[in-house]
């Protein structure tokens, strides 16, 4: 037992109780009670000295091997950006981290963050320190007690029928024509549209394969009408580019996310309406129109590429809140 430690731990929590508790001033009273609790207690100060950390080449070797199951180069950033900055601030090696440091660096990194980031915050120290235990570089995995913090279910302002139909009037040309008939049609993600090539497309099935998240490769279909405007679309090209949406001027380059992103509101800003427009939430609409007519949600899982049924549940689960708001708001 280190005497000095434990006399400099009470002389600090009594000073600190003192400036926080201004009404109590009998600070003997304090220091009694301080010492009793802290009697049966080994105490040494914080290691200061310099430890060799192996948390960098564990993330290393983490994300080279994440990589090799098939993550998304922007999910391997995603999780070698937050594990860079947690292993600047846990000084330690991974074989000592306890549940009490990875609570005491969320409680500090995520002071103003959202839940939803705070969720991915701990959605990353699971995924490492789960992986850290299956290779056994650890005995005992210290993030498997912490848990999610608790969303609060985001209504998905899908458009209505009546919503879509005036985003298409709107619509001036036909690569924008296009653009929109394809995502309301397919459901895709702005990432998989981005990377569509002509030649992926069936043109007698009405149908292609896309490229989604972990590399996974899916088909997707389209309907009749948007047949008609891609055909329209690409008979007027005159650029010999293999992406299906490409730049109108210039050299005529494969359109980007951004590029997309600007497309979809414009041409929303032009149709008048007010709610915020992007590609995302076509995929929302795609969603709920399906269930709305009654598709099954495995069969949604699987058009729009969900790994797990619980994320396309969420739809469901949506769409019945509602149904439940529409009722009492007329009641």
């Excluded at 985003?167 to 008939?181: H, V, Y």
């Excluded at 009405?206 to 989604?212: A, D, E, R």
Aim: net charge positive.
């Amino acid at each position: 037992m280190c005497s000095n430690c434990i006399e400099e731990a009470v002389i600090k929590l009594v000073g600190k109780l003192s400036l926080e508790l201004k009404e109590h001033k009998d600070q003997l009273k304090v220091r009694t009670i301080v010492e009793e609790v802290l009697y049966n207690y080994d105490i040494k100060p914080k290691e200061t000295a310099l430890v060799i950390s192996d948390i960098e080449e564990k993330i290393a070797i983490y994300i080279a091997s994440k990589k090799l199951d098939g993550l998304s180069n922007k999910t391997l950033k995603g999780y070698k950006y937050n594990l860079n900055i947690f292993a600047s601030y846990m000084h330690k090696t991974v074989a000592t981290i306890t549940t009490i440091d990875l609570r005491m660096y969320l409680a500090q990194r995520c002071k103003s963050m959202k839940p939803s980031s705070i969720n991915t915050e701990i959605s990353i120290l699971k995924s490492f320190f789960g992986w850290l235990q299956d290779e056994e570089y650890i005995p005992k995995n210290p993030a498997k007690k912490l848990k999610q913090t608790k969303q609060p279910k985001r209504l998905r302002n899908a458009l209505s029928e009546e919503e879509l139909i005036v985003l298409k009037n709107a619509c001036e040309n036909e690569r924008e024509t296009a653009l929109i008939e394809f995502f309301s049609s397919t459901g895709c993600r702005l990432t998989e549209v981005i990377n569509i090539n002509i030649s992926d497309i069936d043109w007698a099935e009405k149908s292609l394969k896309v490229i989604g998240k972990g590399d996974k490769q899916r088909v997707v279909y389209f309907d009749a009408k948007t047949k008609i405007a891609l055909e329209k679309y690409l008979r007027i090209r005159t650029d010999n580019n293999e992406a299906l949406f490409v730049a109108a001027k210039g050299n005529h380059k494969r359109l980007g996310p951004r590029s997309i992103q600007k497309e979809v509101k414009k041409i929303a800003k032009r149709a008048g309406i007010e709610k915020s427009i992007y590609p995302h939430l076509l995929r929302h609409t795609f969603a709920t129109k399906k269930l709305n007519n009654g598709m099954p949600l495995p069969t949604l899982q699987h058009i729009m590429g969900h790994e797990s049924p619980a994320t396309t549940q969420i739809y469901a689960e949506l769409m019945e809140e509602n149904i439940k708001y529409e009722y009492r708001r007329v009641s």
